[in-house]
């Protein structure tokens, strides 16, 4: 139940999903939530390999990811702005690099602190050591967080990227909508900051 509760909470992976979709389509949707999903499970690999306690014992790896994660959206927005074919191709294009969405999302993922601070702070504190080994635990309840965060993700970019169908393309209403991307991922960066401004 916590842990479905976690994930239904609006976070900064919600709104980017959300954006990509409703910006490129929903294939591209979907290759970004494979990104994020690969994301999550590194980070569940992490904390199964005993790196909660480095993690705790070293509070200017959180920053460094606040940081680096808040940069790497803002550059996302600047290649959105400039109409980059890597992040802006129209979900007509055959030759659009979905590739290049699921990088991003894993990329994204990896650099979003709250990912960081769920998976290697607070997860480990949902077993109970008192039940026996730890690790099937923490396997368990990641598996978990994974499904929900994947029919979550999914539900996004279905409902988001149903938007992108009947949007018009070129001239324009194309550099309108490069703005408002470049925009929203300037406010997820804004987001990720505010809600990350105190430490683990």
Do not use: C
Not at 27 to 46: D, N
């Amino acid at each position: 139940m916590a842990v479905g509760l976690v994930e239904l909470t609006p976070g900064p992976n919600m709104a980017y999903l959300g954006l990509v979709a409703a910006r490129h389509g929903r294939v591209a949707g979907l290759a970004t939530v494979a990104g994020v999903t690969l994301g999550l499970a590194l980070y569940l690999l992490a904390t199964v390999a005993g790196l909660a306690g480095i993690a705790a014992q070293a509070p200017w790896l959180f920053q460094a990811l606040r940081v680096a994660g808040i940069g790497y959206l803002l550059w996302l927005a600047l290649d959105a702005w400039r109409g980059s074919p890597e992040v802006a191709p129209t979900p007509a294009d055959e030759r659009s690099p979905y590739g290049r969405f699921a990088a991003r999302g894993f990329l994204a993922n990896l650099l979003n602190p709250k990912a960081a601070v769920f998976y290697l702070a607070l997860l480990p504190g949902f077993t109970t050591p008192d039940a026996g080994e730890t690790t099937p635990q923490v396997l368990v309840l990641g598996a978990v967080h994974l499904g929900v965060s994947l029919v979550v993700h999914l539900g996004i970019v279905a409902l988001a990227g149903s938007a992108a169908l009947n949007l018009p393309r070129g001239g324009a209403y194309e550099r309108a909508m490069r703005g408002v991307f470049a925009g929203g991922l300037v406010g997820v960066a804004a987001w990720l900051g505010w809600t990350t401004r105190v430490g683990i």
